[in-house]
């Protein structure tokens, strides 16, 4: 039944009945001078401390049982690089495994790559294409790398690194690279190669980039150049050599721009320094013997100098109505090189002319040579007559001042003084002395056309001189066998010597050329006619028909051959009877 006391009243009237009722007294159980008494305090502290140790054991082994159930974790995060074609990109990820249990797990790659490209996964020992199993120990990390090698450029491809436990797919990390177009290009100077007119640039463009690309060569506006190829394609690796010639007989010193297509450029520097040295000289025969109205005589241009020269050839002739013409008029010649030019020479009034050839070159060099031109007549008989003396015979001056008489009244009279035993006598002279007629020491002995020996008996000079001069007559009398014309030039110290043999019989001979001085000087006399040297004997055979046979004479350094000259005696060999002989003085 409810009250009907005021709330407020009856609150009040059980607080002060609970004051005024007594505390009841402890239970035996319960007091405190017993400390071994089991009281409700430590009853309830006991069931506490086993839930806490309960709480605590539960909790431990479900840690237990939760770490054993921990699977591989792959740690990485996708990632993305840019490479050149040819290069590879690596990424880095690790497999950690949290559980205190050894663990097998499998990786895999997934790949989106373009044609030609490589991808790997690779561990410190081994590297897979595909997929992996391995094994991880307990609370253990393993690094791997995942590589991708591009082959291509402009391109992008991509490769997943997947991660399985147990067969069951855990985590992905993705890895992406791509190659960029780089254009790149490299021009290098090779080297120059300089002419008369200009100098020849040898240029190499190599294509260092990975794309095809087109190149320009710009010469700059003034110069005078040829470029072999002004715009060329190079693909990637490829190299190219071209050439820049540039005409300019001056120093250079001048560049080139090579753009490409891509905007890249690179500028060479082409310099080249042309302190040449010019020279040239014209050789030739003095003289010429000429048989027909047109005939053809030839000399030889030699280009001293350092460098190539072009030469304007001329040619004029002193004498009325004569005419000379140079073909090839004009002529390149390399650097110490020479070239032979003829002379077409037409014969006019007179039995003889004067031709003055004249040679210009492009660097500013003129020289001239003169040349006699001779109507040929009939050449004579002529006797050769070879004398053997020593400068320790006595009377062996009576048979050569009675010779040099002799040579002086006859135009056909050929002398040859040879030395015995003597500081004047040479190797060469011994050719003829001891090689053809066996003399050591006969001395003031005189052989006529290789078969008439004369040996002095007594007498002096002037009965020498009748005794040889009835010789000779008799002799020239006799019929003209061959006829020898002879030309040569010297060049330094070298002498070249052309006879052109014209024979009117027919058979084996040797043609020898034997080297004379005159105004030799010994001993503060004057002697003519010496032997210095001969050469080795040429062997022909003579018929109706001309024949030509060359010789070359050296002096010692430093010695001219003013007082020169040469015999040309054409000799049989078994006989030894001379035919013909002639000289021709250099």
Not at 175 to 199: C, M, W, Y
Not at 461 to 470: A, D, M
Not at 558 to 576: A, K, M, N, R
Request: proline share 4%.
């Amino acid at each position: 039944m409810a009250s009907g006391l005021p709330v407020a009243d009856r609150r009040t009237r059980i607080r002060r009945r609970e004051r005024d009722e007594p505390d009841e007294p402890d239970e035996p159980g319960e007091s405190s001078d017993n400390p071994y008494r089991i009281t409700g305090i430590a009853i309830r502290r006991f069931i506490l401390l086993f839930f806490v140790i309960y709480a605590v054991l539960a909790v431990s082994i479900f840690s237990v049982f939760a770490l054993q159930d921990q699977v591989p974790e792959l740690v990485g995060n996708s990632a993305e690089k840019e490479i050149q074609s040819g290069e590879e990109a690596s990424f880095t990820v690790l497999v950690r495994n949290p559980s205190i249990l050894e663990k097998e797990f499998s990786l895999a790659l997934e790949k989106e790559l373009p044609s030609g490209w490589l991808a790997s996964l690779c561990d410190e020992t081994q590297c897979f294409y595909e997929e992996c199993a391995l094994v991880i120990g307990p609370r253990q990390e393993q690094h791997f790398t995942v590589n991708i090698i591009a082959d291509t450029v402009g391109s992008e491809g991509c490769v997943r690194l997947l991660l399985y436990f147990e067969g069951t797919f855990q985590k992905m990390v993705k890895f992406s690279a791509k190659t960029r177009e780089k254009p790149h290009f490299t021009a290098e100077l090779i080297e120059n190669t300089p002419d008369q007119k200009g100098v020849l640039f040898r240029l190499r463009i190599t294509n260092t980039g990975n794309v095809p690309d087109w190149y320009t060569v710009f010469v700059p506006s003034g110069v005078s150049a040829a470029v072999s190829e002004s715009t060329l394609e190079l693909e990637p690796g490829e190299e190219k050599d071209i050439t820049v010639y540039i005409e300019e007989n001056q120093n250079i010193n001048t560049s080139v721009v090579i753009t490409s297509q891509s905007g890249l450029s690179e500028t060479l520097y082409l310099i080249c320094e042309r302190n040449f040295h010019y020279d040239f000289e014209l050789y030739s025969a003095r003289e010429f013997y000429i048989d027909q109205p047109e005939t053809e005589v030839t000399f030889d241009i030699i280009n001293m100098g350092d460098a190539s020269d072009v030469y304007r050839l001329s040619a004029t002739c002193l004498s009325p109505e004569w005419e000379a013409h140079c073909y090839p008029d004009t002529v390149a010649v390399d650097s110490k090189k020479s070239e032979r030019i003829r002379v077409l020479i037409k014969r006019g009034e007179g039995r003889s002319t004067s031709v003055i050839v004249t040679a210009t070159s492009e660097s500013g060099l003129s020289k001239n040579i003169k040349m006699s031109i001779y109507v040929q007549e009939t050449q004579g008989k002529t006797v050769l007559a070879e004398y053997f003396t020593g400068t320790w015979c006595y009377v062996c001056s009576y048979g050569e001042r009675a010779l040099r008489t002799l040579a002086e009244e006859f135009d056909n009279l050929i002398v040859l003084v040879y030395h015995l035993k003597d500081d004047i006598e040479t190797p060469g002279s011994q050719r003829r002395t001891i090689g053809v007629y066996g003399f050591t020491d006969a001395v003031s002995t005189m052989v006529v056309n290789g078969m008439k020996h004369v040996y002095y008996s007594s007498g002096g000079e002037g009965t020498i001189y009748f005794r040889y001069k009835r010789i000779f007559e008799a002799l020239l009398s006799e019929s003209l066998r061959a006829e020898i014309y002879i030309s040569g030039r010297t060049s330094g110290n070298t002498a070249y010597v052309t006879a052109e043999i014209h024979s009117n019989v027919s058979g084996t001979y040797d043609v020898w050329f034997v080297l004379f001085k005159n105004d030799f000087e010994y001993r503060g006399e004057t002697k003519q006619y010496i032997v210095r040297d001969t050469a080795i004997p040429q062997r022909v055979f003579l018929s109706q028909e001309e024949l030509m046979v060359s010789c070359e004479f050296t002096l010692p350094e430093g010695e001219s051959f003013e007082g020169y000259g040469v015999v040309v005696i054409v000799q049989h060999p078994e006989t030894l009877e001379v035919i013909q002989a002639n000289s021709y003085m250099l």
